[in-house]
């Protein structure tokens, strides 16, 4: 047990410089990368591994009789929590999430430190001690807290009822509500009905199936399937619309939304925001091809009533491409995404 | 003996009036039914000789019907259809019906409680459990009774709100469900009748086959109760998801598709498991309450055992309760994908954020509450140097449940963020994850308990070895499926995603089962470390109890506001519009304080009901005393 606790307490040890050292520049800040597509499980798993360094560093130090006061292992550790989530995670989160994160890590913490009396106890001793002040130190540090306290709260009111020239907050609805049904072309198509005309088999019937083999591997690799080459001469029905929708794309989108598809086109840092990455698994990953016709066609000025701020510079396609053109290239930015369009069966 | 036989007698007379009461509506109800409400389409034809026979086509069933009633008015916003005081009438109206939904909740949720304590008396071999459980199912009930008439008045007032304020509207609504507007009012008669002889006979049907009949009793008042809730649930299902009419709201003479809407029964099954975690909130926060006021060990003890048991039957209903939250908005998207849109992307993606939020409090004070419980029965310290793996664990899955999709931020964030999808989190705020992050919450939550059954026992079984490595393989497989799934969900079609949800709810449901079980099989005469000493808890822990109700009672007036905020500027969706000045949605920050007044005021008034409830109270029954969890000769040991 031991043994096991004191590699993993190297490990936190390890980890904890590592995150250190990337903070303050005296290792280069990607030594170890996150690996877009794999991000989401790795901080878990990396802060999996930092609890799992913590509690062995603790075993260590409570088996060798210099335990580490609870009070400031759970204030540390709450501390510890916001630097990584600060500083390790990139691109920044916005304030919002970090205070939600905060938050709960506080609970958390409070939670794990008062989870059984003895522990408990242990946690509120310092604070007891500074309340009774029972020695000169103790008191000294009651007087301290009682000039901070409330220079702290004022402080804080002030510069929360302070005016601010601060851009204002913004909760954009990134995807509103479609309507039932979108007129294109002098032609409606009810959106939770219509299907792509050009997603069909060989036999050229609508095949969700059949198209779903044939689109690229999801990831890093973004491989083509095999034998699904769109731009074989011999590639024919799907993988031939998927072609054709890519030369729209490319004469059409590709500025703003990028040769990967991924929003960082040629234009796209001249907008706030950037267009729209569909590389994302929370963008085109959760739509209908239906959803991606209507913003297509209509583009920001169509956005309704929901669509708040209305924060797009997409034009209204319709008037530039042909419905067919539309639906190509909605084709051509789910295979190349490697992502299926939301269906309801 | 004849004394008694007459006291049989009269008991089963009783409960045969009671079914007596139970059909009498639905017998009544009969002839309407079984005409489909054509009644008024024959007098029509009769008034109009051979006048043609007006059919139209049913929104939702996409059948033909006779029509047979007026189209839904269309409304202006003037004081004819929109009578108002100097005030917003859609925030009275809210407050009338949020307050009239806590109490119906609340007094349809407790008798299902008694029902199954009481069960648990008659049944029980032990002669002191036995009784304790009766003291308590009657504690329950005493409390509901208080409730029962301030449900009845705050029903009154709802429908003078909607009168003075609503009328063509009501009007509307009435009409439509004109064919069981008396069976419901019928119902409650029944329901009134039923409690009142549940209640004041408790004493008189205490023993033998006398027992039996009153708990008979509460299976028939549960079963008016929930006739009663599902009639209420039809009118806000044919609010959301019309069907009966035809595009013009003309009733089409079948009541049972006006009733039987989309959404209906998905809100049957989640209003059910609702109420009944709400109710065990509310009850364990009566205990609290009782628990932190408390003046002697027995009181302290009685008050502990009665907010673990309100507790447990709370949280046995909350864990399927996402389920069931699944299901019906499954339900939402396939009736209108726009609907869906709304609620979970787009306009109220918000305040499904903070229903994430509030649903992990409530599992994140289950857990800190068994954990609590841990220190009151010796033995049960084993567990708790692991609490810290539990805690990260809640806390893993707790923040990828809560994650925004749509985040706030300023542009400046959304500038540096590099645009609006964020490669971390834009994983975490889809469903994907967050069923992945709820699964490993509830199991981690399941895990707890069975930490919390067997904290003061070692298993005596030959096979107890084996066992544990066992029970510990299911959950680690467990947890690494649900997590590989949640994986999976990324790389597949979004019809298959979303079946997905069904092995994560399986592996989540199989540790509750199975581990349950075989727990149960394992400390069979298993040795005991020493007795639970009930009254010995923390007061943190009553507190998380506090904490559980409130996070229930706010999560249900979100959740109210957020299903009836999804029409929009609809009152019935599509079929007739809301033109009032206040057809516009509120502001988040309007709603969360318009929700918390609201649980404000249900805490201040049920406040009042346990004042009430206490001042009425007898002095504790001295077999009941006598039986305090706790301080019985033997050691109790049971939970």
């Known amino acids: ?345 | 003996m004849g004394s008694v036989t007459r006291t049989k007698l009269m008991s089963i007379m009783a409960l045969g009036a009671m079914i007596g009461l139970l059909l009498l509506p639905i017998l009544v109800a009969i002839p309407a039914l079984a005409s489909d409400g054509g009644a008024p389409a024959a007098d029509e034809k009769k008034e109009g000789g051979d006048a043609k026979v007006e059919k139209g086509k049913d929104v939702y069933y996409k059948t033909e019907g006779i029509v047979s009633g007026p189209p839904a008015p269309k409304t202006t916003d003037s004081e004819k259809d929109y009578p108002r005081y100097n005030f917003e009438s859609r925030v009275l109206l809210w407050f009338a019906n949020q307050q009239h939904l806590y109490y119906g909740s609340f007094v349809l949720a407790v008798p299902i409680f008694c029902m199954v304590i009481e069960f648990m008396g008659v049944v029980t071999k032990d002669k002191a459990m036995a009784k304790r459980y009766d003291q308590l199912a009657y504690d329950f009930i005493k409390i509901s009774l208080t409730a029962y008439s301030l449900t009845a008045i705050l029903g009154g007032i709802l429908i003078f709100t909607f009168l003075t304020l609503y009328p063509a509207f009501f009007q509307y609504l009435s009409g439509i469900f004109r064919p069981v507007m008396h069976i419901y009012a019928l119902m409650f008669v029944a329901e009134s009748g039923t409690l009142y002889i549940y209640y004041y006979g408790w004493d008189k049907m205490k023993e033998g086959f006398l027992k039996w009949i009153h708990l008979s009793m509460s299976v028939v008042l549960n079963v008016i109760g929930t006739i009663l809730m599902f009639l209420a649930n039809s009118w806000i299902g044919f609010m959301m998801s019309p069907a009966g009419v035809d595009e013009q709201g003309r009733y089409l003479g079948n009541i049972w598709h006006v009733i039987h809407t989309a959404l209906w029964n998905p809100l049957n099954l989640h209003r059910i498991l609702g109420n009944m975690a709400f109710g065990g909130g509310v009850v364990a926060a009566y205990a609290a309450y009782r628990f932190l006021s408390a003046k002697t060990d027995e009181e302290r003890a009685h008050y502990d055992w009665m907010g673990y048991i309100a507790m447990a039957l709370g949280v046995a209903f909350l864990i399927p309760l996402p389920f069931a939250g699944y299901w019906l908005m499954r339900e939402v998207y396939a009736y209108r994908q726009q609907m869906g849109i709304t609620l979970m992307g787009g306009l109220l993606a918000w305040l499904f954020i903070i229903q994430a939020t509030m649903i992990g409090i409530l599992f994140l004070s289950t857990n800190y509450y068994l954990w609590q419980a841990l220190g009151r029965m010796r033995g049960a310290e084993k567990y708790q140097r692991y609490i810290k793996y539990l805690v990260f664990l809640l806390t893993c899955g707790f923040l990828v449940f809560i994650t925004p999709h749509t985040i706030v931020m300023t542009p400046a964030e959304l500038k540096a963020m590099g645009g609006q999808q964020h490669p971390v989190l834009g994983n975490y705020g889809v469903m994907s994850a967050k069923n992945g992050g709820i699964n490993v919450i509830i199991t981690t939550t399941v895990l707890s308990f069975v930490w919390y059954m067997r904290g003061n026992k070692v298993s005596t079984v030959s096979w107890s070895k084996f066992g544990n490595i066992f029970m510990g393989c299911f959950f680690f497989f467990a947890y690494l499926n649900i997590i590989l799934l949640a994986i999976y969900g990324y790389y597949i079609p979004a019809n298959v995603r979303v079946g997905l949800s069904v092995p994560q709810v399986a592996t989540t449901l199989s540790c509750l089962f199975f581990m349950f079980a075989l727990n149960s099989v394992m400390m069979k005469g298993a040795k005991q470390m020493g007795p639970i000493e009930w009254g010995k808890i923390s007061a943190r822990s009553q507190y998380a109890l506090i904490m559980l109700a409130t996070a229930f009672t706010w999560m249900m007036g979100l959740m109210g506001y957020i299903r009836s905020s999804v029409r929009l500027f609809w009152h019935v969706n599509e079929i007739m519009r809301d033109n009032s000045p206040w057809a516009y949605t509120h502001t988040v920050g309007f709603a969360a304080n318009m929700i918390s007044a609201n649980v404000l005021f249900f805490w201040i008034s049920i406040m009042f009901v346990f004042w009430l409830g206490a001042l009425a109270a007898k002095k504790a029954p001295v077999e009941a005393k006598a039986a305090v969890p706790g301080r019985a000769a033997a050691p109790a040991v049971g939970h």
């Open chain 1, 1 to 345: 047990m031991k043994a096991l606790m004191s590699v993993v307490a190297l490990i936190g040890v390890l980890g904890l410089l590592m995150l250190i050292g990337m903070i303050f520049g005296v290792i280069p800040s990607n030594t170890i990368r996150l690996v877009e597509g794999y991000m989401p499980m790795q901080v878990l798993s990396e802060l999996a591994i930092f609890v799992a360094g913590f509690a062995g560093l603790s075993y260590l130090a409570n088996s060798m009789g210099v335990a580490f006061p609870r009070f400031w292992q759970g204030v540390l550790f709450w501390v510890f929590i916001q630097t990584y989530l600060k500083f390790r995670i990139y691109p920044p989160i916005p304030f919002s999430v970090r205070a939600m994160y905060g938050t709960v890590s506080f609970v958390a913490v409070f939670m794990w430190v008062s989870a059984n009396e003895e522990d408990w106890k242990k946690f509120r001793q310092p604070i007891l001690n500074v309340l009774d002040a029972n020695t000169g130190f103790h008191k000294a540090l009651r007087t301290m807290y009682l000039i901070l306290l409330p220079l702290l709260i004022g402080g804080f009111s002030f510069m929360t009822m302070k005016p601010s020239i601060d851009e204002p907050i913004e909760l954009r609805t990134v995807h509103p509500a479609p309507p039932a049904s979108t007129k294109v072309h002098g032609k409606t198509y009810t959106l939770q009905t219509s299907q792509n005309p050009y997603r069909v088999n060989l036999e050229g019937k609508y095949d969700q199936d059949y198209s779903n083999k044939l689109i690229v591997e999801q990831g890093m690799g973004r491989l083509m399937a095999p034998n699904a080459n769109p731009w074989d001469d011999k590639a024919e029905g799907y993988l031939k619309y998927v072609r054709e929708g890519g030369e729209i794309f490319f004469q059409n989108c590709h500025f703003c939304h990028g040769d990967n598809l991924n929003g960082r086109g040629l234009h796209a840092f001249a907008f706030n925001p950037i267009p729209a990455n569909f590389t994302d698994p929370g963008t085109i990953a959760q739509l209908q091809e239906t959803f991606i016709f209507w913003r297509v066609a209509k583009g920001g000025i169509g956005l309704p009533n929901e669509g708040f701020p209305w924060a797009s510079v997409m034009p209204p396609w319709e008037q530039h491409l042909t419905t067919d053109e539309i639906w190509k290239v909605i084709l051509f930015e789910y295979w190349h995404t490697g992502y299926y369009p939301r269906t309801w069966d």
